[in-house]
């Protein structure tokens, strides 16, 4: 047997009882085809809710998206970086080892993301949750496979943003270490040339009460940045050719900040009318 037969075999065994449990987690398999891409179902007929899966760089706001489209939605957001940072501030026994991949800004490895996600969705099962915007999963061509071992994702959500603004975006976010509010104090101001436009994002600032429990992510450094957004075009930037084949990649360049283009993005997701009904029974 050779080596990566081994490794097969080895993998299939840690998988197997891990994709059992997703799919006994995530529901049935669900044959719904959105080759078309076409107005996206928010809920089918039998009550489930949408399977929908955000990509894209560090920094380029999938986490504010995807809550937004979550709560617009009725699905949870399920961010796996969210899910690795509650970990490493537990005292749990994974803590020490996380700290040191995730300060660097590595990938933590398939078999912890897993458990962690795997832990995540009993938890919503407990709570007869349906549907989910998954946000910063799947991150390798492995996971994406897993993922589709076990699930029909509908749509696959690709946000873009030139690379120079994801730098500024990553070193000027910070947290609200209270209600863990997600803002960003950087005002990116790109002069537009070679007849690209100019690019203005403006600050998010943090209300008052926010302001002073401002903190910064450890893997926000410049340094750790720049790491991250390698491995995203090696390890990642793959994923996004597994859903393009597969008919399922939305492609949505940013514009601008929050107030540009979250209606553009209601737009490209034929969700206008949904927002239009939530705003005016609230
Ligand atoms: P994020 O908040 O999505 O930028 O994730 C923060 C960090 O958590 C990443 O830099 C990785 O170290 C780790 N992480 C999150 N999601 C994954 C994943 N799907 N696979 C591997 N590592 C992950």
Wanted: one cysteine or more.
């Amino acid at each position: 047997m050779d080596a990566v037969s081994r490794l097969w075999r080895g993998c299939a065994a840690v998988w197997s009882p891990a994709r059992m449990w997703l799919s006994l987690v995530m529901g049935a398999r669900f044959s719904t085809s959105l080759a078309h891409l076409g107005p996206p179902m928010t809920r089918d007929p039998g009550g489930r809710g949408v399977h929908w899966v955000f990509l894209g760089c560090p920094g380029v706001g999938k986490g504010t998206y995807a809550s937004r489209l979550s709560q617009l939605l009725g699905v949870p957001h399920i961010s796996t970086g969210d899910l690795v940072r509650e970990e490493l501030a537990s005292s749990g026994p994974l803590a020490q080892q996380l700290a040191g991949i995730v300060n660097h800004g590595q990938l933590v490895s398939d078999e912890i993301i897993m458990s962690l996600l795997i832990k995540r969705l009993e938890h919503g099962a407990t709570k007869a949750e349906s549907g989910s915007i998954l946000d910063g999963f799947p991150r390798t061509i492995r996971q994406a496979e897993i993922l589709e071992g076990v699930t029909e994702i509908d749509l696959v959500i690709n946000l873009k943003l030139r690379e120079d603004a994801l730098l500024a975006k990553c070193l000027g976010r910070r947290i609200c270490s209270h209600c863990g509010g997600n803002y960003n104090v950087a005002s990116v101001n790109i002069k537009g040339e070679n007849g690209r436009p100019d690019f203005i994002m403006a600050p998010l600032l943090p209300p008052a009460d926010c302001a002073s429990k401002l903190v910064t992510r450890v893997d926000d450094t410049e340094e750790v940045v720049k790491e991250r957004l390698q491995i995203y075009n090696e390890m990642s930037k793959p994923v996004e050719e597994f859903y393009r084949a597969r008919g399922k990649l939305l492609e949505f360049d940013l514009p601008g900040g929050i107030p540009e283009s979250w209606p553009k993005l209601l737009q490209a997701l034929n969700l206008v009318d949904h927002d239009d009904k939530q705003s005016a029974s609230a």
